[in-house]
């Protein structure tokens, strides 16, 4: 059974960066549409940011939108979401995730798998 794996997480002071990684395994991350999602305990989800690997169109939240940056390294199948200028509203806990449709504002509706997720947390 193949899985995701989510690593990078952890403390950073508001307006530093980090960068999460996303490693498939057990399958190739060639699905039409992969990304990021956050969830802050007691609060719904948020697709954050996806990609579509066909033709490298990219979707961004308004909340982190000129701030966050998706890519993807197919020979690793990995992808990557580098976080820059980060603020205290950016804790949670962030999950990769694929589903088999072309990334936008919905793809996040029809996510079929994510990883355990990797907490980041912003405080001075």
């Known amino acids: 059974q193949g899985q995701l794996v989510e690593s990078g997480g952890g403390l950073v002071q508001p307006g530093g960066s980090l960068r999460l990684s996303c490693t498939a395994s057990?399958?190739?991350?060639?699905?039409?549409?992969i990304g990021w999602f956050r969830q802050i305990p007691g609060k719904e989800r948020e697709g954050i940011s996806c990609?579509?690997?066909?033709?490298?169109?990219?979707y961004y939240a308004d909340s982190v939108k000129g701030r966050f940056t998706i890519s993807r390294e197919s020979g690793k199948n990995t992808m990557y979401l580098e976080m820059n200028n980060l603020k205290s509203e950016d804790t949670a806990v962030y999950y990769c995730?694929?589903?088999?449709?072309?990334?936008?504002?919905?793809?996040?509706?029809?996510?079929?798998?994510w990883g355990q997720g990797t907490l980041v947390t912003v405080s001075s």
């Open positions: 995730a694929t589903a088999d449709v072309k990334c936008g504002v919905n793809w996040f509706k029809y996510l079929e798998n």
């Open positions: 057990g399958f190739a991350l060639d699905y039409y549409g």
């Open positions: 990609l579509t690997t066909a033709d490298g169109t990219t």
